[in-house]
């Protein structure tokens, strides 16, 4: 049989070469007989055909071949068949033989131009195959490489879209799943092929994979308001055990309104990740509208703690300060919410918070300076101006000058015109008038019941250069502060200090310790025996020595509070010691250099008011040394003998002042230098700064010059007036430090 078929084969060559075609056919005939499925027997045969001119038959023979090469996979062979098929002449096919030639021929000239890299001319034949056999996935498939080739991923996305439909509903899942990866690689957005991979990734036991993809597809349908269909999504990626996926559904529930399924999905979320900081805010809006206002405030306090600047939880605690009547907790945020958004230059929201915190607080200053400094830095001069009059108003309406003078200026700065609607702006600096007047000048005061009568026309005031006939009422203006008047709109001054005191606590709760300390002085001299001011004082000082800015007596606020970030205790407490020992320093050297400058002796004068103070020293029963030991040597640069602090002399009667007290035990926590000293000096604490300063003696003895400063501070608490104050004044420190001085070694302070 063998032996025959290969004798058959030699003759239908040796035909086919000689050009005997009737002969050559019979032959090839005979060998597919012999074997139906000899394919290269039945492409022989076609050849045959088509030189005789029998173009049906030779067309179904290469058909034939060519589908039987392409089941085999053998590509090459097939299209090489295609290719002898496109010369085939059409006249003697029917009508479905002439489309698959035409089809043919298109596939043809495509495969030629894409070899030639014309890729426009192929994707316009394999375009043409696709509009006439549109089932024709292997040519879709070309389309679609062409497409990605030129760069058109929307139509090479399309074309793999439909290939790979095709390969799903046949079950070739393989094939299917890696056109629908190209798909979602050229068109994220591709949700149906998004939602086909999640399946089959699925399928093939990629879970991680497919919960990506319901993920996705989830997040998608919450963009567009669909939520239905994202909460079907993200339910196929529960199933596959996702984390995230309980988060999104609970954002899913929390847009349906569903807030108690949402809280319970959150939850189980955050058992995992417990600070995800969106969860948890999702978590506080659920307890927000389920009327739990503690626990979302908490909630929203937390996230803040984390991201200061998290305008979503800012927001959400302002609302509910507002819900709690807390309405100054509640401006506070929206102010902070305003700075929040200047700093990000996204004015239209500062402008909204900061209207939102003056609505529900229309005399808050801090609300109309940062409205103008957004006004200003928007260029709207004319809004500016306005925000900051009414800021001034408001400043004067509270009697707080130091603010409606600020923000006078500003006005001034901007827009001088709007002052002329405001006639009290010259009130303030009247009424600060009187100070300076009664201490400048207490002697003019006897001409000045004269005119008084005729102070009643008080606009006058500032016309009062025009009375030159009478320079001697020049004062006139003195009296003008309109003392009866003044208690119609200032407080008394009790009601000044109780307000000055909340300032100040107000202010160490920002940890502003120079302005708290400032309006505790003010309120001191107002009431200087009011022992709620006193205890507040004392606490700010030694909470200050002790590296602390705030008192204890501050109320904290119900949460907490976004603040910029702020230096420690301790870098505040060495910064401030810093600058005061630099600035004492500096005042040391300046004095070393006067005396330097001066005189080596004293003059006749200085010898005076130095006698007549160790006179009065002597007097008050304070021992002074009196053995010369360097006459006219300065204090400052000569090494002083041993200095002994003795306990309190037997022979000082037990009624007689003892203005130094022995040197008490100083507790381990408190600060002993000259600057805790100098401040407790400058507050008129004198008690204080002599103990530190007795202390500071006691551990180095050789301070000529601490010597000195305890001996001014017990003249003056001896005698605040001086016997023979008329005669001698106040001798300056500088002055006395220059002084020669008399030492004894020795010497025993009591």
Known sequence: ?????????????????????????????????????????????????????????????????????????????????????????????????????????????????????????????????????????????????????????????????????????????KKALVLFQKVVEMEPSNVDARLSLGDLLAREGQELEARKEFQAVAEYFITQDQLDKAQQCIQKAIQLKSIDAHYLLGEILIKKGQFDEARTELEAFLKIKASHVQAQFSLGVCLLHKGSLDEALAIFGKIVGKQADHVDALE?????????????????????????????????????????????????????KKLGELFEMRGMKQEAGQAYLDGMKSAQAQNISAEAAICEQKVKAI???????????????????????????????????????????????????????????????????????????????????????????????????DEAVDFLQQAQRLMPEDQEIKAAYQQVLRGYAKG?????????????????????????????????????????????????????????????????????????????????VFESMPVAPTPAPEVVLAQPAPSIPAAAPVPVQPAKQVQEDEHITETMAELYLSQGHEDEALRILTEILRKDPARGDLRLKISEIQTKRLFPSGPRASAAPVVPPAAVAAAPVRVKPRVSYV
Request: hydrophobic share 45%; aromatic share 6%.
């Open 1 to 173: 049989m063998a032996d025959d078929k290969k004798l058959i084969v030699k003759t239908a060559y040796m035909y086919f070469q000689e050009g005997r075609w009737d002969k050559a056919i019979g032959e090839f005939k005979r060998l597919v007989a012999l074997d139906p499925e000899d394919l290269s027997a039945r492409n022989m045969l076609a050849d045959a055909y088509g030189k005789k001119g029998l173009m049906k038959e030779a067309y179904e023979e290469y058909a034939y071949a060519a589908e039987g090469y392409n089941k085999r996979a053998e590509g090459e062979k097939s299209h090489a068949i295609y290719k002898k098929m496109a010369k085939l002449e059409v006249g003697n096919l029917d009508a479905a033989q002439q489309k698959k030639q035409r089809v043919i021929s298109l596939m043809v000239r495509g495969d030629s131009a894409n070899e030639q890299g014309n890729y426009e001319e192929a994707a316009a034949a394999f375009q043409e195959v696709v509009n006439i056999d549109p089932e024709n996935w292997d040519v879709v498939a070309k389309l679609a490489e062409l497409f990605a080739r030129m760069g058109k991923n929307k139509e090479a996305a399309a074309q793999y879209f439909a290939v790979a439909k095709s390969y799903q509903e046949i079950r070739l899942f």
């Open 415 to 513: 827009n001088p015109a709007l002052l002329g609607v405001s006639a009290p702006v010259a009130e303030p600096a009247a009424a600060a008038a009187p100070a300076p007047v009664v201490a400048a000048a207490p002697v003019a005061a006897a001409p000045a019941p004269a005119p008084v009568p005729a102070a009643a026309a008080a606009p006058i005031v500032p016309v009062a250069p025009v009375s030159a006939a009478a320079p001697v009422q020049a004062p006139v203006p003195k009296p003008v502060a309109v003392a009866p008047a003044k208690p119609k709109t200032a407080l008394s001054p009790e009601q000044q200090a109780k307000r000055l005191l909340s300032m100040a606590q107000s202010a160490l709760r920002q940890n502003l310790y």
């Open 548 to 628: 602390v800015t705030t008192p204890k007596a501050a109320a904290p606020t119900p949460a907490p509070v976004p603040k910029a970030p702020v230096e420690s205790a301790v870098d505040m407490e060495a910064r401030i010691r810093g600058q005061v020992e630099q600035e004492m320093k500096e005042r040391m050297e300046r004095e070393i250099s006067a005396k330097a400058a001066a005189p080596s002796g004293p003059s006749e004068e200085e010898k005076r008011i130095m006698e007549e103070t160790r006179r009065q020293i002597v007097e008050a029963n304070v021992a002074v040394p009196q053995e010369p």
């Open 316 to 368: 959400k605690m302002a609302e509910i300060y507002q819900k709690k009547g807390a309405v100054k907790d509640a401006v506070a945020q929206h102010l902070s919410l305003g700075q929040i958004f200047i700093g990000q230059r996204i004015m239209d929201r500062a402008e909204v918070s900061i209207r939102r915190a003056l609505d529900l607080d229309q005399q808050n200053i801090d609300g109309y």
